[in-house]
């Protein structure tokens, strides 16, 4: 799969910062009990996504069509389950209360940043140079760093195994039987192939990476080096910025009559 | 016999558990797809999510892989773009943390049934310790709440004890596990010597 992109500032951020800053931002997240203020923040992480990623906009917009499903789905549990006291709807067992709307509203929201903002991480971020630089910054051993990096190179075979097992099961007419039991068989019938290839590919690999001396806890030289940039903190101040203007339009200008979503 | 993990033991947990994460990311539209229904019949596949730890356990059978597979297998799912962004990769942690836990407890000398069946119950717990922050759990019905975990028990028991352990067990019909099992542990030791 060839997909092309522009190399956008975000690029340039250093990856292991990335990963924390983000870090930190989902616990913020978490502790955000506002409608409001999630609303604001929503906004601060979709300028990110939608723009300084450097992918074109309608894949963009391909990518937030899942979003939006899950934006639906985590909601509507809560909108008609929920617990509140001002009833809007009621319909046999499903109770949609103000207080269970806004809170579900909330939640939406609040799984759409957490989508958005991952999303941002891995349209932003070569897995390899993370992986570099988990290693430099943050002192992650090197043979687990190289173990992920090799197991992420296996992947696209392991997709191929995939395909050819299907195509085998269908030359040999393995699904070709109805009912449960054979339903089950079909089940386990493909990941037991697909493991037991992954592990002796992977043991192969292992015994030449040791050979090669990568398990070495040794001082060791490294191919890439990442440091850190202005834009690191470009990438931090934007998030201070951003928070503390949405914080005070959430104060000044609120948009729903509401303070704290919790029962 | 040393316990530590070595490059090997990393890399094929590593191998399995991205392996499951490509599981994972097929199953979270499948996940969401059934969550609009409402009552949670979501909920019964959630177990899938703690499984790669309790399978890579049972094949590997040292400390540290479980907490190693279940962050592999979020890190996998988040690398392709996980439609629940940053949020599998904490769950991962936490619920490979606590697999490893209760493993732990049982001295990491047991792979049966009940031991696999529990650990993932604990990571079930530590999934739920999450949602309770991140979800409000708390602020559904009663009845719907107890509707939720015990759904979410009961798929956890199905897919991380049952299904691992029909998985591994089959897995060892094909013999790929002696490889795993004793190179790490008796030959490597006697070569050593």
């Not at chain 1, 008609?80 to 806004?102: A, D, H, Q, R």
Request: with cysteine; aromatic share 14%; proline share 3%.
């Amino acid at each position: 799969m060839n997909i092309s992109f522009e190399e956008s500032w975000l690029h340039k951020v250093n990856p292991a910062l990335k990963l924390i800053t983000l870090t930190f931002l989902f616990v913020f997240v978490v502790m955000i009990h506002h409608l409001n203020d999630m609303i604001t923040f929503t906004f601060t992480v979709s300028i990110l996504f939608f723009f300084c990623t450097g992918h074109s906009y309608k894949r963009i917009l391909l990518f937030l069509i899942p979003f939006l499903l899950v934006f639906f789905s985590t909601a509507v549990s809560m909108i008609l389950f929920g617990k509140g006291e001002t009833t809007l709807f009621k319909l046999g067992i499903v109770n949609v209360t103000e207080e269970s709307l806004f809170r579900g509203l909330h939640l939406g929201f609040r799984a759409l940043v957490f989508a958005m903002m991952g999303m941002t991480f891995v349209l932003t971020t070569k897995p390899v140079l993370l992986f570099y630089s988990l290693m430099q910054q943050l002192k992650l051993q090197p043979k687990y760093a190289y173990s992920f990096m090799a197991a992420i190179r296996l992947m696209p075979i392991m997709f191929e195994e995939l395909q050819t097992i299907l195509d085998a099961q269908k030359v040999r007419g393995v699904h070709s039987q109805k009912g449960i039991r054979s339903l089950l068989k079909d089940i386990k019938s493909l990941p037991i192939p697909l493991l037991s290839q992954s592990i002796r590919r992977a043991f192969r690999i292992a015994v030449a990476m040791e050979a090669k001396r990568f398990n070495s806890t040794n001082e060791r030289t490294y191919y890439y080096h990442l440091g850190f940039s202005i834009f690191d903190l470009l990438f931090i101040g934007y998030f201070i910025l951003m928070i503390s203007l949405g914080y005070l339009f959430a104060t000044e200008f609120p948009l729903f009559p509401v303070t704290d979503v919790r029962y | 016999m040393s316990n530590r993990l070595k490059l090997t033991d990393i890399l094929v947990t590593i191998v399995i558990s991205i392996g499951f994460g490509i599981l994972y990311k097929i199953w979270g539209p499948l996940y969401y797809a059934v969550k609009p229904l409402g009552i949670h019949i979501d909920q019964l596949i959630y177990g899938m999510w703690f499984m790669a730890a309790t399978v890579a356990f049972l094949i590997i059978r040292k400390p540290g892989v479980a907490l190693l597979a279940e962050v592999a297998a979020s890190s996998g799912e988040f690398l392709m773009g996980s439609e629940f962004g940053l949020e599998v990769l904490l769950y991962g942690i936490i619920q490979g943390l606590f697999a490893e836990l209760l493993l732990m407890a049982f001295r990491y000398k047991r792979y049966d049934l009940l031991a696999v069946s529990m650990a993932g119950i604990s990571s079930c717990i530590g999934s739920l310790i999450l949602d309770f922050y991140k979800g409000y759990i708390g602020d559904l019905s009663t009845w719907n709440l107890i509707l939720y975990m015990a759904f979410r028990f009961i798929g956890t028991i199905l897919f991380t004890g049952v299904l691992a352990i029909s998985i591994v067990k089959a897995l060892e019909a094909t013999g790929v596990t002696n490889l795993v099992r004793s190179s790490s542990q008796k030959d490597f030791n006697s070569l050593d010597q």
